[in-house]
């Protein structure tokens, strides 16, 4: 139900209407999210080659534009001006200070749990190509090379485009903007609005690709837990059906005469139906509140609770010698279970190791305050408090310990 890309849904409809010029129009965000959820899964349905060739498209254009961003960054920062001035210099002079780079430090196991959750949430990405390995011609030649050369090339752009965007942005002013970092890096460095809307449509583009992506996985994932009879109506989600292109391209033209190529439709139909649900689910309210809901929703359910039960599963695999697991393997994982541990470290030293070592629950509430309906104009209003927490020691502990 969870296994799908509904908030990207809304932050690209968010951002169709900021590149048009009207922001300000909640219904038309939700039409243009349904609209995307609903058109991926019947491009996959429609014509499965054609789904492939589209992700592959939008995915150069995705490399392409971070490469343009890191590019346009290190440019800034050498001195160089696209409209605005050499705002570079000011911005690696306080951004890139090592002595303020560091001066707030957390002293707090939540709060890296945390941020392992963020970055692990930007590259949660990867596995998207493990679901459909039966669909890869000569896996086990092509699957791991490419898939190591992947993930370095998006480390690498990914690193260098958060540098690029600190070599033109002063911090302190992300914080304080409404605007994601991409806007605001476009605009401080061409200095109109003009910009900020052409990279609006780009992003929204760049989002819609994921939805292509994921909706191209998780429909397959989908039609193999409907095969193991866990779903009602196994049958019909378990099935794959010939495609509306291929039957045409037979009828209509000439073919080989190979077999015709599938899709899963009703596994299709099923992940959208659930998609524009959770967009109907978050109706009541904003487009922003809506997909922080959503995000958080996906990443806390498929990135951190899937992810903690898979890597305890291959943990007791891994050292459970009734069940004699490396003895098959035929391979040798590099770094061992290392990658496991680190996957399993949230839950077992940011919520269990605390409680045994008698610490206390600090709570912190932040009030999240948007303008009413999204409008400019609109008076500020309270819609929701993100509340925080961590273990601290106890300060008569912390007192003992001194004495």
């Known amino acids: 139900m969870l296994g799908n890309l509904a908030g990207n849904a809304i932050a690209m409809g968010q951002y169709i209407m900021q590149a048009a010029g009207q922001p300000d129009n909640p219904e038309a965000i939700r039409g243009i999210a349904v609209a995307a959820l609903i058109g991926a899964c019947l491009i996959h349905g429609l014509w499965r080659n054609g789904g492939i060739v589209l992700n592959n498209v939008l995915a150069i254009i995705k490399i392409l534009t971070l490469m343009a961003v890191i590019i346009i960054g290190f440019a800034v920062a050498g001195g160089a001006s696209f409209g605005n001035g050499p705002i570079g210099r000011n911005a690696v002079k306080e951004n890139f200070n090592t002595h303020k780079s560091f001066s707030r430090p957390s002293d707090d196991a939540g709060s890296?749990?945390?941020?392992?959750?963020?970055?692990?949430?930007?590259?949660?990405?990867?596995?998207?190509?493990?679901?459909?390995?039966?669909?890869?011609?000569?896996?086990?030649?092509?699957?791991?090379?490419?898939?190591?050369?992947?993930?370095?090339?998006?480390?690498?752009?990914?690193?260098?485009?958060?540098?690029?965007?600190?070599?033109?942005?002063?911090?302190?002013?992300?914080?304080?903007?409404?605007?994601?970092?991409?806007?605001?890096?476009?605009?401080?460095?061409?200095?109109?609005?003009?910009?900020?809307?052409?990279?609006?449509?780009?992003?929204?583009?760049?989002?819609?690709?994921?939805?292509?992506?994921?909706?191209?996985?998780?429909?397959?994932?989908?039609?193999?837990?409907?095969?193991?009879?866990?779903?009602?109506?196994?049958?019909?989600?378990?099935?794959?059906?010939?495609?509306?292109?291929?039957?045409?391209?037979r009828r209509f033209w000439r073919t080989d005469g190979g077999p015709l190529e599938q899709s899963p439709a009703m596994a299709l139909a099923l992940h959208g139906v659930f998609a524009v649900?959770?967009?109907?689910?978050?109706?009541?309210?904003?487009?922003?509140?809506?997909?922080?809901?959503?995000?958080?929703?996906?990443?806390?359910?498929?990135?951190?609770?899937?992810?903690?039960?898979?890597?305890?599963?291959?943990?007791?695999?891994?050292?459970?010698?009734?069940?004699?697991?490396?003895?098959?393997?035929?391979?040798?994982?590099?770094?061992?279970?290392?990658?496991?541990?680190?996957?399993?470290?949230?839950f077992v030293f940011a919520k269990l190791i605390p409680r045994l070592i008698k610490k206390v629950l600090v709570v912190e509430r932040e009030p999240i305050i948007v303008r009413q309906g999204d409008r400019q104009d609109g008076e500020w209003v309270q819609i929701l408090e993100v509340v925080e927490f961590w273990w601290a020691a106890r300060q008569a502990d912390i007192k003992e310990a001194r004495n």
């Not at 991409?182 to 460095?189: G, L, M």
């Not at 200095?191 to 989002?207: D, F, H, K, Q």
């Not at 922003?288 to 695999?317: N, R």
């Open 112 to 249: 890296y749990a945390r941020s392992i959750v963020y970055v692990v949430y930007s590259y949660s990405g990867f596995k998207q190509p493990f679901y459909v390995l039966s669909e890869v011609s000569h896996p086990k030649k092509r699957f791991a090379k490419a898939t190591i050369g992947t993930m370095f090339l998006i480390a690498v752009l990914f690193i260098l485009a958060n540098v690029a965007y600190l070599c033109a942005v002063p911090k302190d002013r992300v914080l304080g903007d409404e605007l994601d970092m991409a806007n605001i890096f476009f605009r401080d460095v061409f200095g109109n609005e003009t910009a900020p809307r052409v990279m609006s449509g780009i992003i929204a583009l760049s989002i819609f690709g994921n939805i292509v992506v994921m909706t191209f996985t998780a429909s397959r994932v989908k039609q193999e837990i409907a095969k193991e009879g866990i779903l009602p109506f196994s049958l019909h989600f378990a099935r794959s059906t010939t495609t509306p292109y291929a039957w045409l391209k």
């Open 277 to 346: 649900i959770l967009v109907a689910a978050t109706s009541s309210t904003t487009p922003s509140i809506a997909y922080i809901v959503l995000v958080l929703l996906y990443g806390y359910t498929l990135v951190v609770l899937v992810g903690f039960a898979v890597a305890s599963g291959v943990l007791y695999l891994r050292f459970s010698k009734k069940r004699e697991w490396t003895d098959h393997l035929g391979f040798k994982p590099v770094g061992g279970p290392t990658a496991a541990i680190i996957y399993s470290y949230y």
